[in-house]
Structures are given as structure tokens and as C-alpha cells.
């Protein structure tokens, strides 16, 4: 590699002598320029100054065929190595300058540092640089570098045409991938500025110094589609492996990527886990923009040709050198062209002022002269082999081109005319998917609607439930004479009728929404006391099914209202209850003979009906709040089939029964009538009968308990007497026997009272009263009553107070008691007492 560099440097000798020579030779005002130039673009690359020299010995070639004053004047090139270093660089710059000539321009300057150290200097030297290489865009800075040109457009110059680009195809939202290295950052800067003033929306700027897979990554979640891409070419694949990865390429993704020269740039390394087909799977359709190489126009320039022309005859003078091509030749020929055409022109102006100057010994100072050198190139203007040349500020306005991956080349698709601002597209532009991607998926919002079909259908079938009800109106009301209809109350029916007719109304209502009526109209539908609005309940993203670029954002249409919950509570309560009382009404008319009047059974079965079907449609609608279909198939079955079951439920039994013998149904149920009638006096009076049986009873037993009471009281009252009486008998001292002057009957007497020991014998006469009569006091007739009434006593009423059976309370069967009385009342004659 030495060896070649010797090599070099010794052709680079070889020619700079031949040009030397040539214009000393010529007799033309020679012109020095200072050539500053690294001899390698990088160490161990190919010699760039080698490549470019032919573009630079066509161009002064061309230069001495041109008519004067052109060809009045012969460029003097002295070459400055700066080898890419800053201190070698600086200090190959000011030998120049200390050792060469008086140096009018300094042509060249590739490495950015070293290009900006002497840039930075050229003020105070009062010269002026211009280079075809440097596109760094930090030296756009004036204030910094106010005496630097470039023929080559900056890096900046990309951003007004990508500008261009993205307003063309609508592209309104953006994102940047920016490599930490070299000028990207600034050309990043640059680019936000130009969009924002172009009110473009930047999604998100993105920078990574190593791995960009992180970058991509958080690109693709804030749904970035259109991504400028700002990375060198050893980055490249990399970003390409994570696109790959990603799967960030495709129909749905637009990169837009520097333009890199190299040969098959994409061909993997170590460094990434891709192969070339998916680098180039992930690249294809990737737009680069970069400035023009060489003009596509037939258009003759300066030099008396055409671009294509020139390229032919740089091509053979390079194939004769031995040399390798150069993108930057074209501009390295137009750069000696335009410092040819500076210098001619403030030559000419210094030769008119010495020739017009009343003074006989004219100078001019190096500082007017650099002032004269930089208003000259400032004006430039011609066509050169890249295009127009033209500065702004020391900046060329050209033109940059559009070109496009397509399996795997590249392809021209426009170019960009910076001076016009003008974008010129070709139709050999082709994007993957059917038409250019979008900058972000496009939300689409889709209303979750009732299917048309659906609705027509469940409609129909509605209608079919709205004619059977209006057709057991017509029946109720047409034979509402009937006495059968009469005992089913025919009012109340029609209401159930209406009612049916409303709820199968609902379900045309229910199937409503924004894609049959408008918002308006829906919203007026849904008015109430804490009326009901049109609310919009959005879901999540769902990704479209044609694999398009779109993004549907379901959403879907109610009627609510701010209280909803405590409203569907109280509804649901009242209607519960109204439920609970249809049902407690239909238990307590179950016993109801006439058929006319017992709707009981189909009451209930109504009612159940009604309760389940209510509780499988509140239920399942709740579920099927997000899928409009389901809910409203369910929510209409629900409603026509209770409302159809309780219609038929109340009204076939009796279109049947009238149907059959409409006179006999009418009899029938009038004789049932008057027979439930007769039943119904007859059970009340049964029930009276039953009622003054039991009130009697009740009365009856009422007074026998009081009865029972009182003999109680008077047994007990009795009992205390006999144990007085037995008491007295037993405290007699003796028994007295007396002996009947009738007969041998002997009975025994007691005189416990008397207090008499002795005992004496009545007279005879003493035995009977007056008129004959038995004396009531006289022993026999003492004891007959002590042995008849003590029994009676004890006995008699001792069933009613529980005792023994009345049956042993007779005299006749009261002998042991008899016995044990006589035996109480034996005693002594000194016992009876006096008043016996």
C-alpha cells in the first residue's frame, strides 16, 4: 500500500509539472490556486486527489480553448496534502502560504475537521475557499465561516427536497433515526426546522450510537410509518437486520435513507445476524435523496458540452491513468470552471480600473482584492456537467435526485431542482402495497351496527306478532257483547293486547341506530326525565382484514343517561311487583268454577313466562353490550316471544271455545254462571249455619263451666258441713238404743249437742205428730236421714267434680257407705240429746 501511495504521489508530481509547464508555456497571466487535498480519502482507501485529476486536466484543457478573455488567463495548481489530520492538515496549509506564491483562492478540503480549521482562518488571510467535497453541514454557518464555498451541495440540501417529497404524498406525520456520529445530529437539526415549517408533524426523533434496534422498536409502538433514516452505510445494515426483524418494511412502511455509494453497501458482516436476501428483503422500496453527480439534461453548459459528453471523455482520460472513477468528478470540473470564471471576472475589473485610474501607479491591497474574489463567486451562474451552478450565502443550489430500491438496484425515480423548487417524479416509482403507505395507520371508526338482514327479518316476524294481536283486538272487540267475553272482562283485555302491540313496537325501535337515522333523529329517540343521550362507546383498535394499512376503531351507539342504573332498578322492582301481584291474584281466583273467569293457570303460566324470559334477556343483553347483533337478535326474540305466549295464552283458549259453538259457549257458560251462583249461596249459608252452631256451642259450654263452678264452690261448702257433723258424732260419750213401740226396728241416735249423759225413752205418744204424722225428730226418722243424705252428699256431685261415676251415688248402691255412717251414728242413750 506504500508503494502505491509513492506511486502516486510520483504521478501526481509527474502531472502537476505537466500543468505548471503548459501555462507557462502558453504565455496566458498565470493565476496560483492552492489545492489542498488529502492524497487518501481514509487510510488504507483509494486516492481520491488521483481519481479526481482528470476532471481537473479536462477542465483546463476545456478552459484553453475558450475564447477570451478565458483563455487570457492560465489556473496554476499547487497541491497541499493535508492527509485527513488536523495538525499535518494546518500546517501543509500555512507552508503554502508562507513558502508558494500569493494564492488568490483556495480550491479543495475534503475531512471535515480539517476543512473547518482552515475555513475558520480564510477570513484573516483574506482568501477564499471553494470546495467540491465537503458537504459537512456545520460549514454553513456564516458567522463561523464566512469566506467558505462548495460546489457540492452540504448535507442540509437533502432536507428542502425530502420536504418536497414527503408534501407530494401527503405525508403529514413523521419520524427520525438519527446515528450519533459525524454531521447527522446537525442535519437532524436542520430537518425538524424545515418540517415544522412546513407543518409537518414529527412523531418522534429517534438517535442510537451503536444498536438501533431499540430506536426501531419504539418507532414502530408510536406507529411511525414514514421514518428519514440519517446512519452511515456500516450502521445501515444493522437497522436494515432490526426492520428485518421487526417486520417494518412492506406496503405499511416508508423508509427514506441516504444515498451510499458503495457497491453492495448491504452485504452482511459479522456484525448482524441477516442474510443479504433479508437486508434486501427489508430495503426493497427504500427512497434515497441525494444531490446530483451529474446532470440529467442534453443541455451544453459552459464548456460546449453536454454531461454525458464530458463523462465519456473523463472516462477515457481515466482509463488511459489507470485510475479508479470518482462520484465527486463532476464536481472537481465544474469547481475549476467556477473558479476560472471568478478569477476572469475580477481580473477583468482590476485591469479596468488600472487602465481608467487617474493614478499612474495603481495597486490594489490583498484585502480589496479577497472582498472582489468573493462578490465574483457569490454571483456565479452558469450550467455546469452537475447542473446549474449557483451560490447562496456560499451554499450551490443544485439539484438532488430521487433514486429506489427495486429488487435490489437502483433506480432513478425524480429529481428535485433546488433553485425552482421544483419536484420532478417519474413513473418509474413503484411502492410495495397498492398505493403509497399512509404516515399512520389510519383510524377508521366502523359502527357496530344491526345487520340490515337481521333487522328486516326480526321485523317481519314482529309484524306477523303485531297482526295476530291486532287480529285478537278485532275478536275481543267484535264479540264483546258475548257473555263469555263480557265474564273475561273484555276492557282489560284490550289493554293486554295494547300492551303486546307496544312491546313488539319496541323491537323496531330497539333495532334503531345511526345507520338507519341521524344523529338528530337519535338523539330525539332517546329523550325521557333524565333524558337519554346518544352516547358513543368507543373500543380498541383492530387491525384491518384486507391487510391495509388501516386501523378500524369500533365503536357503538346508545341511549343513556346519567342515572341509568338507579332507573333500570326501579323499573325492574315495580314491574317485579306488579308481577307478584298479577300472581297473588291468580292464586286467590284459582277456586273459580267459571272458565270464563278462572284465568288463573294462564295467568301464571303468563307470568312465568314473562319472569324468565325477562331474565334471560336482561341477562344475556348486559353480556352482549359490544356485539349489536347478538343483543338485538336476543333482545327481539325475547319481547316477541313473551308477548306472543301471553297473547295466545289469553285469547286462543277463547277463540277455540267460541269458534266451536259460539250459542252453547254463551249457555254454558251462563248456566255455569247461575250454578256457581246457587254454590256460592250455598256454601255462604252452610258457612253461617256452621258459624251460629259454634257461637251456641260456645255459649253453651260457657255456661256449663259455670255451672260446674258453682257446684264445686257448693260441694266444697258441703264437705266442710259433713266434717262439722262427723266431728260432733265422734265426741258423743255413748249410743243410744231405742227400740220402736211398733215394732223390733232398732235405731241409734246421737245427742252430742244436748251435753246429756243420760238416756230416756220418749213417750209413745211422742212418736207421731200432730194428725198422726211420724215425728220428723225421732230417732228412726234421725237415722234414716243420716244414712240417706251423708251418701248423697259424698256422691252425688263428685262426677261433676271429677269423683266416682254418678251410678255409685245411688242409695241403692251405697251400702258400704250406709254401713260406715250407721256406724258413726251408734251411740249410747247418755248421748241423745234433750231436744230429740
Known amino acids: 500500500m506504500e508503494d502505491r501511495g509513492s506511486v502516486g504521489k510520483v504521478l501526481l508530481l509527474v502531472a502537476f509539472l505537466e500543468l505548471v509547464l503548459t501555462s507557462l508555456c502558453s504565455g496566458r497571466h498565470p493565476l496560483p490556486i492552492l489545492w489542498i487535498m488529502p492524497q487518501t480519502a481514509e487510510p488504507g482507501g483509494s486516492n481520491l486527489t488521483e481519481a479526481l485529476l482528470p476532471a481537473v486536466q479536462l477542465a483546463l484543457q476545456h478552459l484553453s480553448r475558450q475564447p477570451a478573455p478565458l483563455r487570457n488567463y492560465q489556473l496554476q495548481l499547487h497541491f497541499a496534502d493535508t492527509q485527513c489530520d488536523n495538525a499535518k492538515g494546518l500546517k501543509a496549509f500555512y507552508d503554502a502560504l508562507f513558502y508558494g506564491p500569493k494564492y488568490f483562492i483556495v480550491f479543495g478540503g475534503l475531512c471535515p475537521s480539517v476543512t473547518s480549521i482552515i475555513a475558520e482562518s480564510l ?117 436494515l437486520c432490526c426492520t428485518y426483524h421487526l417486520n417494518m418494511f412492506g406496503g405499511r412502511y416508508q423508509w427514506l435513507i441516504p444515498d451510499w455509494h458503495q457497491e453492495s453497501w448491504w452485504s452482511p458482516s459479522g456484525l448482524v445476524n441477516c442474510s443479504s436476501q433479508s437486508l434486501l428483503k427489508a430495503m426493497e422500496g427504500s427512497i434515497s435523496v441525494d444531490y446530483e453527480t451529474l446532470s440529467a439534461k442534453q443541455i451544453r453548459g459552459v464548456s460546449g458540452r453536454s454531461p454525458q459528453e464530458y463523462q465519456r471523455e473523463y472516462d477515457k482520460w481515466r482509463e488511459e491513468a489507470g485510475v479508479e472513477s470518482s462520484r465527486l468528478h463532476g464536481f472537481a470540473y465544474d469547481g475549476i470552471w467556477t473558479v476560472a470564471k471568478t478569477l476572469t471576472r475580477v481580473m477583468e475589473v482590476v485591469r479596468h480600473k488600472e487602465r481608467y485610474s487617474i493614478h499612474q501607479n495603481f495597486t490594489i491591497s490583498q484585502k480589496e482584492l479577497g472582498q472582489m474574489v468573493f462578490e465574483a463567486m457569490n454571483e456565479t451562474n452558469f450550467f455546469g456537467v452537475t447542473g446549474q451552478v449557483l451560490f447562496k450565502d456560499g451554499e450551490r443550489i443544485g439539484t438532488m435526485q430521487f433514486t429506489q430500491i427495486q429488487e435490489g438496484k437502483k433506480v432513478k425515480i425524480g429529481e428535485y431542482n433546488s433553485i425552482t423548487d421544483v419536484l420532478e417524479l417519474n413513473r418509474k416509482i413503484r411502492f410495495p402495497g397498492t398505493a403509497p403507505p399512509r404516515d399512520q395507520t389510519l383510524v377508521r371508526p366502523q359502527r357496530k351496527e344491526i345487520n340490515v338482514l337481521l333487522y328486516c327479518i326480526l321485523s317481519s316476524v314482529t309484524i306477523l306478532g303485531m297482526l295476530m294481536a291486532s287480529a285478537f283486538l278485532i275478536f275481543n272487540i267484535k264479540n264483546r257483547s258475548h257473555r263469555f267475553i263480557k265474564m273475561s272482562s273484555p276492557n282489560m283485555n284490550n289493554l293486554i293486547i295494547l300492551g303486546g302491540m307496544l312491546s313488539y313496537s319496541s323491537i323496531f325501535f330497539f333495532g334503531l341506530d345511526g345507520s338507519f337515522v341521524s344523529e338528530e333523529v337519535f338523539e330525539t329517540l332517546c329523550t325521557a326525565i333524565d333524558p337519554l343521550r346518544r352516547t358513543v362507546e ?51 281466583t284459582r277456586n273459580v268454577s267459571i272458565p270464563a273467569l278462572n284465568d288463573s293457570c294462564y295467568i301464571g303460566m303468563s307470568v312465568y313466562n314473562v319472569g324468565i324470559m325477562c331474565i334471560i334477556g336482561a341477562s344475556v343483553s348486559y353480556m352482549t353490550r359490544d356485539q349489536p347483533n347478538v343483543q338485538f337478535c336476543v333482545v327481539a326474540l325475547v319481547i316477541f316471544f313473551s308477548s306472543t305466549v301471553t297473547l295466545c295464552l289469553v285469547f286462543v283458549p277463547k277463540l277455540i271455545t267460541m269458534r266451536r259453538d259460539p250459542d252453547s259457549a254463551t249457555q254454558s257458560a251462563w248456566y255455569q254462571l247461575t250454578q256457581g251462583i246457587k254454590r256460592d249461596v250455598e256454601d255462604t249459608q252452610r258457612r253461617s249455619s256452621i258459624t251460629s252452631v259454634v257461637q251456641t256451642s260456645s255459649s253453651r259450654l260457657y255456661s256449663l263451666q259455670t255451672e260446674n263452678q258453682g257446684l264445686r264452690r257448693r260441694v266444697m261448702e258441703l264437705d266442710s258441713e259433713l266434717e262439722v257433723v262427723a266431728r260432733q258424732m265422734q265426741d258423743l260419750p255413748q249410743m243410744f238404743l231405742c227400740k220402736e213401740h211398733f215394732g223390733e226396728k232398732t235405731f241409734t241416735t246421737h245427742a252430742g249437742v244436748l251435753g246429756r249423759n243420760k238416756c230416756r225413752t220418749l213417750p209413745q205418744n211422742s212418736r207421731t205428730s200432730r194428725n198422726g204424722a211420724k215425728d220428723i225428730n225421732s230417732p228412726e226418722q234421725l237415722q234414716r236421714r243420716l244414712s240417706l243424705q251423708l251418701p248423697i252428699l259424698h256422691h252425688a256431685y263428685l262426677p261433676s267434680i ?35
Open 802 to 836: 271429677g269423683g266416682v261415676d254418678a251410678s255409685s251415688a245411688s242409695p241403692s248402691n251405697s251400702t258400704s257407705s250406709l254401713s260406715k255412717h250407721a256406724a258413726m251414728a251408734t251411740c249410747s242413750y247418755s248421748h241423745v240429746p234433750t231436744r230429740l
Open 123 to 239: 477570513q484573516g488571510w483574506n482568501l477564499v475557499q471553494l470546495s467540491f467535497a465537503a458537504t459537512t453541514a456545520s460549514l454553513a454557518d456564516k458567522k463561523k465561516y464566512p469566506n467558505f464555498f462548495r460546489i457540492i451541495p452540504s448535507d442540509n440540501a437533502v432536507n428542502p427536497a425530502l420536504v418536497k417529497f414527503l408534501k407530494r404524498y401527503g405525508w403529514n406525520r413523521v419520524g427520525t433515526l438519527t446515528q450519533e456520529v459525524q454531521s447527522f445530529p446537525v442535519v437532524q437539526k436542520d430537518l425538524i426546522k424545515q418540517l415544522e415549517k412546513a407543518n409537518i408533524q414529527i412523531a418522534l426523533t429517534e438517535t442510537f450510537s451503536q444498536d438501533p434496534c431499540e430506536s426501531i422498536r419504539n418507532l414502530k409502538v408510536n406507529d411511525v410509518k414514514i421514518i428519514i433514516g440519517q446512519f452511515d452505510e456500516l450502521s445501515a445494515t444493522k437497522v
Open 538 to 588: 368507543v373500543f380498541s383498535l383492530e387491525l384491518d382484514p384486507l391487510g391495509e394499512d388501516i386501523a378500524l376503531r369500533p365503536f357503538l351507539e346508545h341511549c343513556e343517561n346519567t342515572h341509568m342504573t338507579t332507573w333500570l332498578a326501579i323499573i325492574y322492582v315495580y314491574k317485579g311487583f306488579l308481577m307478584l301481584f298479577g300472581c297473588f291474584l291468580a292464586w286467590e
